[in-house]
């Protein structure tokens, strides 16, 4: 302990060190100055003792020399300060584990799921659902048309299923959905007659100037008296458009008939002018109809 403290005095008294141990015959001259400072301390140090300490602080016996920089020095160093860094690159560790749980043993299975799903219903529920409305149709219509029509459908429908198109696909099942749904409708066909609406009207059509075409403006009725919302074809614009009123195309002497009803009493006795029943597609119309309608006017 002592030969420590004699090599700590020495290290405080560099300056000192340094100087006496710049030349080798001087050895005992710094013994006898560090005999001398401890004895101003009052304390007494034998001279093996000073011997000892000035030799262990020229051998550096008692000098901490740092590590050359290394990995296993990083590595220590790392250990060393655990506590500053521990507990971020734990929590970073943590997350980094639940969201490789998630994504691998939730995200993953999942998504394999929805693709197997997918695939077996283009591959089987969409032509089961197919030939279940080709069925319904065939057994409910009255008519051949609404057999070819949903036949065609069926057919391409469970093409582009077979290709993997699953929009077109799906496409055709909602087309024979609206086949069915209006194979069912059950209606009739009347002339508005409210003051607040046009019961008829005429144009010139763009095409020829020379011709005049004249309208009755028309709504379907259900058994309860409910006007329904129907596809028309816009003779004019070609489009297709889901209306409750819409014209119908009609010969002048039913056109000049309507008017005269109506200018009459202000009321339209004869309005019905078509039904449509269940099991068939197009209106049976009681009066001439020339096959055009307009959605706007």
């Keep these: 302990m002592l030969a420590m403290d004699v090599v700590d005095t020495l290290r405080h008294r560099q300056d ?13 001259q710094l013994i006898d100055k560090l ?14 003792i000073l011997k000892e300490g000035v030799a262990a602080l020229q051998e550096s016996r008692f000098v901490y020399d ?7 020095t990083s590595m220590a160093r790392l250990y060393v300060g ?14 980094l584990l639940v969201l490789s ?29 197919l030939d279940a409305l080709y069925q319904t149709i065939f057994e409910e219509t009255k008519v051949q048309k609404a057999v070819v029509q949903a036949e065609g459908l069926r057919n391409r429908g469970k093409a582009y299923a077979a290709e993997g198109n699953s929009v ?7 087309d024979l959905t609206a086949l069915r749904d209006a194979l069912r409708q059950d209606y009739s066909l009347r002339v508005v007659n409210r003051a607040d609406v046009q019961s008829g009207f005429w144009t010139i059509p763009e095409v020829n100037t020379a011709a005049t075409n004249y309208y009755i403006v028309v709504e379907a009725l259900d058994a309860d008296g409910n006007a329904l919302d129907l596809p028309i074809l816009n003779e004019e614009t070609g489009q297709t458009e889901v209306v409750a009123t819409w014209g119908v ?12 009803d109506k200018r009459d009493d202000g009321i339209i006795q004869n309005n019905e002018i078509g039904r449509k029943s269940s099991g068939f597609l197009d ?12 959605t706007r006017w």
Excluded: C, M, N
């Excluded at 005999?35 to 093996?48: A, C, K, L, T, W």
């Excluded at 209106?283 to 307009?294: D, F, I, N, R, W």
């Design 16 to 28: 000192l060190a340094t100087r006496e141990l710049a030349g080798v015959t001087r050895e005992q």
């Design 101 to 129: 749980v998630g994504y691998f043993g939730a995200w993953q299975p999942y998504q394999r799921g929805q693709a197997e799903a997918a695939r077996i219903e283009l591959s089987e529920g969409v032509p089961a659902r």
């Design 168 to 174: 077109a696909a799906e496409k055709a099942v909602a």
């Design 35 to 48: 005999r001398d400072i401890y004895h101003q301390q009052g304390i007494e140090v034998p001279d093996h």
């Design 249 to 260: 195309r009609v010969p002048e002497s039913v056109y000049d008939s309507v008017a005269a």
């Design 82 to 95: 655990r506590k500053r860094w521990g507990k971020p690159v734990g929590a970073a560790l943590v997350a």
């Design 66 to 72: 740092p590590p050359k920089p290394g990995f296993g």
């Design 283 to 294: 209106v049976e119309y009681s009066l001439p109809v020339l096959g055009g309608a307009v």
